[in-house]
Structure formats: structure tokens, C-alpha cells
């Protein structure tokens, strides 16, 4: 499956471990983040203010890095590519 800016964030994180972390990094807080968040992915980043042209690019990030396993390892350094948002803590 290919993740979409319609997952849900319950598959997201289910489906693909490493968006959790890609996802606190940038303000995204999700279910084993501490604060559950329902809805779709969509949803999440608009809530936190990132823009339709954001949103893509973090669609396309996560897709690239699910298709290569060996990301899934060193991840972290690819994350600079798109904007941080700072958390609402």
C-alpha cells in the first residue's frame, strides 16, 4: 500500500514504523507520541498548518522512504528536506 495524504494515521504509523518519528520531527504528534490523533494524514499536517504543496512533498518523502528498506535505517538524515514545524508545546 502506498501511503497517501488519505492513510489514516492509525495504518501510517502501523504500516510503516519509521513515520512516526518523521512525523514528531516535524510537530506531528501521533498515536504512540504521546497525543492520539484520529483522521487522516491530510488532516494532522493541516491542523499543524503546513500547506497543500507541503503536505505533498511529505507524501512523496515518506513514499521514497518506504520503498527503500535501507532508509528505514538512516532516515533521520533525510528529514532537513522538508519544513520543521514546532510543536504546539
Known sequence: MAITKDITIEDLVEDYPFAEEFLRIRGI???????PIWGTLETACKDKGFT????????????????????MNSHQ??????????SDE
Not at 538524515?77 to 514546532?86: G, L, N
Open 52 to 71: 497543500d504543496e507541503q503536505i505533498d512533498e511529505i507524501v512523496k518523502e515518506m513514499n521514497r522512504l518506504a520503498a527503500n528498506p535501507n532508509n
Open 77 to 86: 538524515k533525510d528529514f532537513p528536506k522538508i519544513p520543521y514545524r514546532k
Open 29 to 35: 504528534k501521533c498515536i504512540r507520541c504521546g497525543e
